[in-house]
């Protein structure tokens, strides 16, 4: 169950509109790496978790959390829309730079959402379910989300430097900390489960059934050495359970495919026979 405030988390309001802008910021709401995206994330991953109480709890926390941060981003950019379209006509017509400004905005914010953010990216891609992760396997989707937080902060800080709106800025220094935070807690969160299991995901498989021979092998596929030097081409494995050996020269293993004919009823092209040539 859920409960709404009416106030926001922290405050959102512009010093100007900017529609140009507002197109940009539906990235971090809309996009691959926006709070829609990490938001459905920690949900699904904290209503299908299964585990201690304390990980779902955490997982439900900032997932109700995230859905704030997506009312936020979502009010700022309707607040970015304000008066612009209309307000800026006239100036448009008489002033040419203007009017290339403003062709910049995103005209769905005009025609399909009256001035209102919309569930999309910065360039009107849908916001696709598709982003989300939620494995069941709390390691793999804890790193997952550190990932998600990365690319997230790294992008509101790129915004951070497109603007110099005093109101804008500090709603994004504010998200900008909060992704501080939540960049740490999944960095505790994968430490401590490390601790009560391999680093490998899954832990559970018995590595005995791997090809072990290849388990450690850094296999140099490209031109040059410059990888060798790498912490992960010697020395003690990251997990613990071996050492990282460096391959200079990976040599096949396999055998070279050849397919049997397909049958008639796929009307493939038939294969082709080796041409004898007469000398």
Known sequence: MFFHVKELQHTAKPDRPDPVYAKKLQEILGGQFGEMTVMLQYLFQGWNCRAEAKYRDMLLDIGTEEIGHV????????????????????????????????????????????LGATPTD???????????????????????????????????????????DRGVRDMLSFLIARDTMHQNQWMAAIEEIEQQQKATVPSSFPQNLEVEEVSYQFMNFSEGDESSTGRWASGPSMDGQGTFQYVAHPVARGQAPKLNPAPPFVHSTPGMQPVLVNH
């Open 122 to 164: 910065s360039v009107g891609y849908p916001w696709n379910a598709r982003y989300t992760i939620a494995s069941g396997n709390l390691l793999a989707d804890f790193r997952a989300n550190l990932n998600a937080e990365s690319q997230g902060r790294l992008q509101v800080v790129r915004l951070y430097e497109e603007t110099t």
């Open 71 to 114: 009312e936020m981003i979502a009010t700022m950019i309707a607040q970015l829309l304000e008066g612009a379209p209309v307000d800026q006509v006239e100036q448009a017509a008489a002033n040419p730079v203007i009017g290339a400004v403003l062709g910049g905005m995103n005209p769905q914010h005009v025609i399909v959402s009256g």
